[in-house]
């Protein structure tokens, strides 16, 4: 067939091609996520190849090859239906920690974009009011899968103003490289991973900010936002949480609306973080927590989804997450879920 489900990739154990792949959860939805498809690929070894390639509006699939030094952050911005994945290894690297030059990718006002496959490395966490490795802004009907997301300064990978329909599924979130106190910004131990919803006064983000973590890895090194949220409908299902560093994992503020569903927390604290304003907090009884401290109950009935997903049991959780998340295909292959 020209487009496989997660559902046909999941009972069929199926091994397809890049183009083939579709997007599960809430990137599923609102007519679903398909990126650049069968387009033509352009493949980039350097700096100025990516950022010709992402520029570029007519280029519709993006082949990463070996490590890219990011020079500057990258705007990307404005387009539809594209896909940027990375070969095996593939890596993207920044090491400026400063204020106006740390980051890598900037994602604004995008549609129907897939990132497959990609290393996101950072210089460390510094707390200088700075950029995240990446940043949806304003985005709709994107698919993050198999990438691994390290050492950003503000953050790893944030979701902000009104972006909806976000698929986060087999990725990798942590921090290899000690913090560095000091920052402007206050805060001397910022690995922070994952922000969803940016303000508590941005009340545009009400009924956006839908977002599927799936079968992602909160690993050694994160302290805290796994993630914290803001508004929107948030599933987090069959996640594996063991940062023994941690301060707090899934944090619940103003309006957050969050479904935690098969997960396995181990060796963490603070599982559940219930801030001020939120609308609930389902956490199933197929959750487990294995030498945790603080809070693991919710609050209120979270929302039910409108898709459905593939789920592991519960005992697998572990050892498929720490075996499959993170940059971990080779070839142009899908076999998410």
């Known amino acids: 067939p020209n487009s496989l489900t997660m559902d046909d990739i999941c009972e069929t154990n199926a091994v397809v091609p890049l183009a083939d792949c579709a997007a599960p959860g809430w990137a599923s939805q609102n007519g679903g996520t398909t990126g650049g498809g069968t387009a033509a690929e352009t493949t980039v070894t350097t700096y100025a190849q990516l950022k010709a390639a992402i520029e570029n509006t007519a280029v519709k699939v993006i082949k990463v090859t070996g490590t890219i030094t990011i020079t500057a952050r990258i705007s990307f911005q404005d387009q539809t239906g594209k896909t940027i994945y990375g070969t095996s290894g593939a890596k993207l690297v920044s090491t400026d920690q400063t204020k106006d030059g740390s980051g890598i990718l900037n994602i604004k006002r ?158 963490v604290k603070e599982p559940i973080n219930l801030m001020s304003g939120y609308t609930a907090v389902t956490v199933t009884s197929n959750n487990t927590f294995t030498n945790v401290t603080g809070n693991t109950a919710g609050s209120g009935t979270a929302f039910t989804p409108p898709y459905s997903i593939p789920t592991l049991s519960l005992s697998s959780v572990k050892s498929d997450v720490t075996a499959n998340a993170g940059a971990t295909l080779t070839g142009n292959i899908c076999n998410s879920l």
């Open 110 to 267: 995008c549609n129907n974009i897939v990132i497959r496959n990609l290393i996101f490395e950072g210089p460390g966490a510094y707390d200088t009011d700075g950029w995240d490795n990446a940043i949806l802004d304003d985005c709709r009907n994107v698919w993050i899968d198999h990438c691994e997301f390290r050492d950003g300064v503000d953050g790893n990978f944030d979701i902000k103003n009104k972006s909806d329909y976000i698929t986060v599924s087999y990725t990798k979130f942590h921090y290899l490289k000690p913090p560095k106190a000091g920052g402007s910004g206050g805060t001397d131990d910022h690995r922070f991973s994952n922000l969803i919803g940016s303000s508590d006064t941005s009340t545009t983000d009400a009924g956006k900010l839908n977002v599927t973590f799936v079968r992602c890895w909160w690993a050694p090194g994160c302290r805290e936002r796994m993630p914290r949220v803001r508004f929107g409908k948030i599933h987090i299902v069959n996640s594996y949480f063991n940062s023994s560093v941690s301060n707090k994992c899934i944090a619940a503020g103003v309006q957050a609306n969050i479904r935690v569903d098969g997960n396995v927390f181990e060796n």
